[in-house]
C-alpha cells in the first residue's frame, strides 16, 4: 500500500541510480533505439481500509468506467486488470452495448487480464485449495464472458512471495511470475549482478521435475517511476508542454537504469499506476498521450508505447531466444519480506488468527460438501435440486475466494473489513451446510425410509452455538448424520453435550464405549468409530439415565496417559516426559519434552515497531505467559486427557492415536500498559538439532528446508527467522533418524530456535508498524467489548524419520479433510440393525476383503481427490500427489497411478445406492487446473525462456507415464484435472422430463 512517505524514498533511491545511470556505456547497438513498454493500472484491494463492496462503490466502479471511456477514445491506449471480482461487479451493472463494447476492447489487447483471480491472494497464508478455487472462479469469467485465459501471474502487493505459488502459477499455465514486492537487500543485490529476471525452480529436491517459471523482479515498487505521475488521486498534475523536453530526458535516463540492471538492452517495462488510481482516466492518459508523442518525435535513444505484460513477455521470450540469452535459476522463495533494516514482515503470518481459522474451518466444509454434492448430481431423483445446490455452493466459493486476497487471508485490514470477511464465510457456510444437510437428509431416507431434518454445526464449537444438540432430553433424541471426505480413518469423536447423562449408538443399534469430559458447564462427548472413504454414517444420541462423565482428578501423583502407541508424563508445570511404543510397553523409553506457552514483548524502544504486518520483539527471550495454577487428570474407557489450567490460559493434552492433540483456550490477553505481546507455543523434544535447520510448508505442498540465522539487532533476531506455516513445521535430530513436527488447524508464523519448534498463535498490539493501515492489532469480541479470547488445534507427532517417513503428510490430511457431522433431533430409534452407506473403492465391495481393498489403498493414500460440481452431465476431479522428497520416497513411489473409471463406477454406486442402476458411458478430459483450457491447449501456449542449468535427463526412467485413458499417473506435488462427462443421457433426459412434468402439476 503506497504512501507519500514511500513515495519520497523512492524518488531519493531512484536518484541515486540516475547519477549512476549517467556512466553507462552505450549500447553495442546504437543504431537501435531502446524500447520502454509503458503499462497502466490500477491495484485494487479488494478489502483494506474499506470492504470489498465499499471500495467498488467509492472507487472502482468509477475507475473501470473511466478507463473503458479513455480506452475507446485512442485505440493505442492500453490498461491492465487483475481484481475479477471487481470486473465482475461492474459487469452485473452493465447494458449489452457496453459489454460488447468493453469485450472488444479485451479482444483488441488494449484490456490486458492478469491472473484473471477473484482476487490478488496472499501467498503466505493462504492452502492450496483455496489459491487454486479462487484463480479458478476468476478465469472461469473470464474464459466465459472474453474466451481468454490469463498467461501471466501478476502478484504486485504480496508481502514476500512463495514456492507454492511459484509452483501453482507454472502448473496453471502461466508464462510469467511477475511481482515487485522483495527485500530491499535482495532486489538491490539483484539489480547488480543483472538478475531481476531469472528462472524459479520452485521444489529445489524435485531434480527430476522441469518445474521453473520465468520471474520478472520489478526494480521498485508499483509505483509511478519519478516524474512520471500524472494521476490527481496521487496529487500529481497534468503535464505541460514545457515539461516535456524533462519528461524525455526521464525516459532516456530510465532505459540506461534499465540496461545496467537487465540482461536484455533494448527491451524494457515500466509500470504507471497505484492503489486506486486512473479515476480521472482521460486527464491522466492525455498526459501520457503528450509525453508518449514528443519522446518519440525527438528522442534518438528511446521509443515508448502502450503496452501490456502480455505483449511485452511475448516479445521478450522472443528477443532472449534471438540473442541466445539464458537465465539464472532461483531455488528459494522470498520469505521474510523486509522494506528497512528492522522491519520483517512476519506479524501477518498470525495477524487476526480467529479470521484465520474461520478461512480454514470454510474451506474444509466447502470440500466436503463439494464431494456430497457431486457424487449426489448423479442420481436422477436431485436434478431438481442441483440448480440451488449450485447457486449456494457458488456463493461459498466466492466468499471464500475474496478473503484470501492479500489484506484478507493475512488479517491486515481494519476491524470493519475484518468482520465483513467474517460475515461473508459465515453466510457461504450457512449455504453450504443448508447443502450438505438437504443431501444428508436424503441419503437416510434411502436407506432408513425416514424423513430427518439435519443441520449443520461446525467442528469444535461449544454447545451453545449448536442448537439441535440442546435439544437431547429423556423425549428427544439427536441423530448424528457423518460424511467422510477423505481416506478410511478411525476417526475419534468430540460432541458438545449438556452432560455425562447420554449414550451413543450406531446404525446396528449396537452401543458404543463412551466418555464424557466436561469443564464447568462445557461438556464433551468422546467416542471413536471407523468410518470409510466417502462413507456416510449414521450415530444417535440418547438420554441415559447412567451418568457417564468422567470426573477429573486434580494434581493426581502420577499424572500419566497412555494408548497403545505412546505415553505422556507430566512432571513439573511446561516439563514432561514422552515416549513411542512401537508396539511394546516395555520398549518404552520417556524422553524430557516441553510444551510452553510463552510471548514476546512487542518492541517498546524507538524505531520500528510492531503491528499488523511487522513482528518486532524486545529480545529473542520469550516470557513465560502465565502462572501454573493445576493439572487434572481425566482416565474414561477409552480417552485420556491432561489439562493444565493456568492463570492466562488452559490447555488440554490427549493422545490422538500417534500424535499429540494439543486444544489451547487463551484467555483475553492482558496487556498492563505493555505495548503489545506476541504468543508463542513452544515445543522442546531431547533431541538435538545443532545446526538449526528445519523445514515448513509451502502453502500445503512441498516442504521447505530452513536455516536460522543470527543477526546482531537482537529485537528482529527471532522475526528474522520466522517464515509462514499452513500445515506443518519440522525439525530432525543432527543424524536424521528422528523428527517432530508441530500441525496448526490455521496459517501461522513459526521458527526453529535452540532445538525448539514454535508458532505463534496470537497477537494483541496496541501500536501500528506504519505501513498503511496505522491501527494495532486489538481484537474486541462484539458481544462482551472485552479483547477476544482465542482457542487453537494443534497435533505434535514425535517419530522416527525414516520407518515413519509418511506420518507427517498422513496427519496434516486427516487435518484438512476432517469429516463433516450434521445434526437433527428426533424421536426415532434405531431398532434393527440396517446396512451402513459405505463407499466402494475401485475393485472392492466389502472393506473386510483386504487383499482387494488394499490395491487400491495405496493409491487413494498418496492421491488427495477433490469433486466439484458442474451440471447434471459434468463434474470435475482435481487430483493432487501430495507426496514429497522429503518424505525419503523411493523410485517406485514416484509414481501413483488411479483408474478414473473406477472411480467413476464408485461414485455412480454410491450415489444410487442402495438400488443398483445402469451406469452410462463417460467421456475423460483433462483440462489445466483452472478448468478454463484444455491440457493441450495449456501446453501449446508456453512461452520459451533459456535456463543455464537444463539437466541433460528431464524424467528418469523410474517416473512413469500414464497407463491408458482412465489409468492415470499423478507425480509427487503435481496436480491433474479433469472434466468428466456423461454420454449416454437418454434416460436422464427422460426423468427430468417426468420430474418437470410432475412438478408443474404441483
Known amino acids: 500500500e503506497s504512501g507519500n512517505m514511500r513515495y519520497a524514498i523512492l524518488v531519493l533511491i531512484s536518484l541515486v541510480w540516475l547519477v549512476l545511470a549517467e556512466d553507462v556505456p552505450p549500447s553495442p547497438t546504437e543504431n537501435e533505439k531502446t524500447i520502454i513498454y509503458l503499462i497502466p493500472h490500477s491495484h485494487q484491494d479488494v478489502g483494506w481500509l474499506q470492504t470489498a463492496e465499499g471500495y467498488y462503490r467509492s472507487q472502482v466502479e468509477r475507475i473501470i468506467t473511466s478507463v473503458f471511456k479513455s480506452l475507446k477514445a485512442n485505440k493505442e491506449r492500453t490498461f491492465v486488470l487483475n481484481e475479477m ?26 484490456i490486458d487480464i492478469l491472473t484473471g483471480g477473484w482476487c490478488s491472494n496472499d501467498e503466505a497464508t493462504t492452502h492450496y485449495d483455496d489459491i487454486i478455487n479462487q484463480i479458478t472462479l476468476g478465469q472461469k469469467f473470464v474464459m466465459e464472458v ?24 507454472y502448473q496453471m499455465g502461466f508464462n510469467v511470475f511477475f511481482f515487485t514486492r522483495a527485500a530491499t537487500s535482495d532486489r538491490d543485490h539483484r539489480k547488480g549482478i543483472q538478475q531481476l529476471q531469472f528462472m524459479w525452480k520452485p521444489f529445489e529436491l524435485f531434480s527430476y521435475e522441469e518445474q521453473r517459471i520465468f520471474t520478472h523482479m520489478y526494480f521498485q515498487h508499483y509505483t509511478p517511476y519519478p516524474g512520471m505521475c500524472f494521476d490527481p488521486y496521487r496529487g500529481c498534475g497534468p503535464v505541460s508542454e514545457a515539461q516535456l523536453p524533462e519528461k524525455m530526458r526521464v525516459l532516456e535516463r530510465y532505459a540506461k537504469e534499465m540496461q545496467r540492471m537487465h540482461k536484455s538492452d533494448k527491451l524494457y517495462i515500466m509500470l504507471n499506476g497505484d492503489d486506486f488510481n486512473f479515476q480521472q482516466a482521460m486527464g491522466t492518459f492525455d498526459s501520457l498521450d503528450k509525453v508518449i508523442e514528443y519522446t518519440n518525435q525527438n528522442s534518438q535513444e528511446v521509443e515508448i508505447k502502450y503496452s ?41 503470518f498470525t495477524t487476526r488468527a480467529p479470521l484465520k481459522g474461520l478461512i480454514r474451518m470454510s474451506s474444509k466444509q466447502y470440500h466436503a460438501v463439494q464431494k456430497m454434492a457431486t457424487i449426489e448430481s448423479l442420481n436422477t431423483k436431485n436434478l431438481l435440486k442441483l440448480d440451488d445446490w449450485r447457486k449456494k455452493l457458488k456463493r461459498q466459493q466466492e466468499e471464500l475466494a475474496i478473503t484470501q486476497h492479500h489484506d484478507g487471508a493475512t488479517g491486515t485490514c481494519t476491524d470493519q473489513v475484518a468482520m465483513d470477511y467474517i460475515r461473508r464465510l459465515s ?14 437428509d436424503q441419503k437416510f431416507k434411502d436407506i432408513h425410509k425416514k424423513d430427518i431434518g439435519f443441520a449443520y454445526c461446525p467442528a469444535n464449537e461449544t454447545l451453545i452455538n449448536c442448537p439441535q444438540l440442546r435439544e437431547l432430553s429423556p423425549s428427544k433424541n439427536v441423530l448424528i448424520g457423518v460424511f467422510n471426505p477423505s481416506i478410511n480413518r478411525l ?10 447423562k447420554v449414550k451413543v449408538s450406531d446404525e446396528h443399534n449396537v452401543e458404543l464405549e463412551a466418555d464424557v469430559f466436561c469443564d464447568g458447564e462445557e461438556c464433551t462427548l468422546y467416542f471413536e468409530d471407523i468410518i470409510h472413504a466417502m462413507e456416510y454414517k449414521y450415530y444417535l444420541l440418547q438420554y441415559s439415565e447412567e451418568d457417564i462423565e468422567v470426573k477429573p482428578v486434580e494434581n ?68 513465560a505467559l502465565g502462572t ?166 494443534h497435533f505434535l507427532s514425535i517419530s522416527e524419520a525414516k520407518t515413519d517417513s509418511f506420518l507427517q503428510r498422513d496427519i496434516e490430511r486427516a487435518f484438512i479433510e476432517e469429516p463433516i457431522l450434521f445434526y437433527a433431533p428426533t424421536t426415532i430409534n434405531f431398532e434393527e440393525p440396517k446396512r451402513s452407506l459405505g463407499f466402494r473403492l475401485p475393485g472392492t465391495y466389502h472393506f473386510d476383503e483386504s487383499k482387494i481393498f488394499e490395491k487400491v489403498k495405496i493409491a487413494l493414500d498418496d492421491i488427495r481427490v477433490n469433486l466439484f460440481l458442474e451440471d447434471h452431465k459434468h463434474f470435475i476431479i482435481r487430483l493432487f500427489n501430495f507426496r514429497d522428497e522429503f518424505d525419503n520416497l523411493l523410485p517406485q513411489q514416484r509414481n501413483s497411478e488411479i483408474d478414473l473409471k473406477k472411480l467413476f463406477e464408485s461414485m455412480w454406486e454410491l450415489a444410487f445406492f442402495p438400488g443398483p442402476t445402469p451406469m452410462p458411458k463417460i467421456k475423460i478430459q483433462e483440462f489445466g487446473i483452472t478448468q478454463s483450457e484444455k491440457k493441450e491447449e495449456v501446453e501449446a501456449n508456453r512461452l520459451e525462456f533459456l535456463s543455464k542449468d537444463v539437466p541433460q535427463n528431464k524424467v528418469p526412467p523410474e517416473l512413469k507415464g500414464d497407463q491408458s485413458e482412465s489409468t492415470i499417473t499423478v507425480h509427487p506435488q503435481k496436480f491433474r484435472v479433469f472434466k468428466i462427462t456423461l454420454q449416454e443421457q437418454v434416460a436422464i433426459t427422460k426423468q427430468l422430463f417426468i420430474y418437470k412434468f410432475q412438478f408443474s402439476k404441483k
Not at 485465459?149 to 509452483?167: C, E, K, L, Y
Not at 510471548?599 to 517498546?604: E, L, M, R
Request: charged share 25%.
Open 85 to 110: 471480482f471487481f470486473l465482475n461487479r461492474w459487469w452485473q451493472d452493465q447494458n449489452e452495448s457496453v459489454k460488447e463494447e468493453f469485450k472488444a476492447l479485451v479482444s483488441n489487447g488494449q
Open 146 to 169: 472474453f474466451n481468454k485465459r490469463p498467461t501471466i501471474g501478476w502478484h504486485v502487493d504480496q508481502f514476500g512471495h512463495s514456492a507454492g505459488m511459484a509452483s501453482l502459477f
Open 308 to 348: 501490456t505484460c502480455t505483449k511485452f513477455f511475448s516479445d521478450l521470450a522472443k528477443t532472449s531466444k534471438e540473442h541466445n540469452i539464458s537465465y539464472d535459476v532461483n531455488v528459494e522463495d522470498f520469505y521474510p519480506y523486509i522494506d528497512t533494516y528492522d522491519a520483517y514482515w512476519t506479524g501477518y
Open 427 to 440: 453466510e457461504g457456510m450457512i449455504d453450504g451446510g443448508i447443502v450438505g444437510a438437504n443431501i444428508m
Open 491 to 500: 476417526f475419534p469423536f468430540e460432541i458438545p453435550v449438556k452432560d455425562g
Open 556 to 623: 493426581p501423583n502420577i499424572p500419566t496417559i497412555s494408548n497403545e502407541y505412546q505415553q505422556l508424563t507430566h512432571k513439573l508445570q511446561a516439563d514432561f516426559e514422552y515416549c513411542k511404543k512401537n508396539g511394546d510397553d516395555e520398549d518404552c523409553q520417556l524422553q524430557p519434552l516441553k510444551i510452553e506457552y510463552l510471548f514476546y514483548d512487542s518492541v517498546k524502544r524507538g524505531g520500528q515497531r510492531s503491528g499488523s504486518y511487522i513482528f518486532r520483539a524486545e529480545s529473542s527471550n520469550a516470557h
Open 628 to 793: 501454573f495454577q493445576k493439572i487434572l487428570k481425566y482416565s474414561g474407557k477409552h480417552k485420556q486427557q491432561l489439562t493444565l489450567v493456568y492463570d492466562s490460559f488452559t490447555t488440554n493434552i490427549k493422545l490422538h492415536h500417534e500424535v499429540l492433540k494439543i486444544e489451547s483456550h487463551l484467555k483475553p490477553v492482558d496487556l498492563s500498559g505493555e505495548n503489545g505481546k506476541e504468543i508463542i507455543l513452544r515445543v522442546t523434544p531431547s533431541f538435538a538439532n545443532s545446526e538449526n535447520v528445519w523445514w515448513t510448508d509451502a502453502n500445503g505442498m512441498a516442504m521447505q528446508k530452513r536455516k536460522f540465522e543470527h543477526l546482531n539487532d537482537d529485537t528482529v533476531n527471532i522475526p528474522r527467522n520466522y517464515y509462514p506455516v499452513n500445515t506443518a513445521i519440522t525439525f530432525r535430530n543432527d543424524d536424521n533418524t528422528k523428527e517432530i513436527s508441530l500441525y496448526p488447524d490455521r496459517a501461522q508464523g513459526g521458527t526453529s530456535y535452540k532445538g525448539s519448534l514454535e508458532l505463534m498463535i496470537h497477537r494483541r498490539i496496541v501500536s501500528n508498524d506504519v505501513r498503511g493501515l496505522y491501527t494495532g492489532i486489538n481484537e474486541m469480541d462484539p458481544h462482551t467489548h472485552q479483547p477476544i479470547s482465542v482457542r487453537t488445534i
